[in-house]
């Protein structure tokens, strides 16, 4: 069994809270250290140095394009991504991920999950990205970073706040349809 000393902030955000966990883990500290930015109110994620060598945060850097990706879509790219089934399998070596499990969602052993107490009662005591893993979206510090993922992502092409249109000709409706007189078409 691997002890808890020995994990790595990614192995930590696994065992308190899944794939998912590991890539907000992982985005959460590279848009902390200005590796990416992060859109306050479009939740568009962008790169700002391509550099690093753990493969979680590698896997960040090639989810997004150029042009920029989407906070949500991301996370959902980071969580599928070798490089967290890679960790994953690493906890599987170590003993804290179980062997039996159902195709796509392994769970913790008996040792991982007494870590994962272990680890969840001393929440207080960790700090920076393992209290992230550890605590989840709470354990972000910096409040206006803690607010963006917290909140849900924009419809996809959608405006971020409705405007009030001018009103103007084009918006009054056209009149109704005057009725004929009965009997003599195209007459009054």
Same mark, same amino acid.
């Given at each position: 069994m691997t002890p808890v000393s020995e994990l790595d902030a990614y192995e930590? =955000? *696994? #065992?308190?809270?899944?794939?998912?966990? +590991? =890539? #907000?883990?992982? +985005?959460? =500290?590279? &848009?902390?250290?200005?590796?990416?930015r992060i859109s306050r109110t479009r939740h568009r994620v962008q790169v700002v140095h391509r550099r690093g060598s753990q493969p979680v945060e590698r896997a960040v850097l090639d989810a997004v394009p150029d042009s920029g990706k +989407? @906070?949500?879509? @991301?996370l959902a790219d980071v969580a599928h991504s070798p =490089? +967290? &089934?890679e960790l994953i399998e690493g906890l599987r070596r170590g003993g804290l991920v179980g062997h039996h499990s159902l195709a796509g969602h392994p769970h913790l052993s008996a040792a991982g999950r007494r870590v994962r107490k272990d680890l969840e009662d001393s929440s207080t005591e960790v700090r920076?990205?393992?209290r992230v &893993?550890? @605590?989840?979206?709470?354990?972000? &510090?910096?409040?206006?970073l803690r607010g963006i993922f917290e909140a849900p992502d924009p419809p996809p092409g959608g405006k971020l706040v409705p405007?009030?249109?001018?009103?103007? *000709?084009?918006d009054v409706p056209p009149d109704p349809?005057?009725?004929?007189?009965?009997?003599?078409?195209?007459?009054?």
């Open positions: 930590i =955000a *696994y #065992l308190c809270g899944g794939p998912e966990r +590991v =890539a #907000l883990t992982a +985005v959460a =500290a590279m &848009a902390r250290d200005g590796r990416i +989407v @906070l949500g879509p @991301l =490089a +967290v &089934a920076g990205a393992r &893993a550890v @605590l989840g979206t709470a354990g972000i &510090a910096d409040a206006g405007r009030t249109r001018r009103r103007g *000709y084009d349809p005057i009725s004929m007189h009965p009997g003599i078409p195209g007459r009054w």
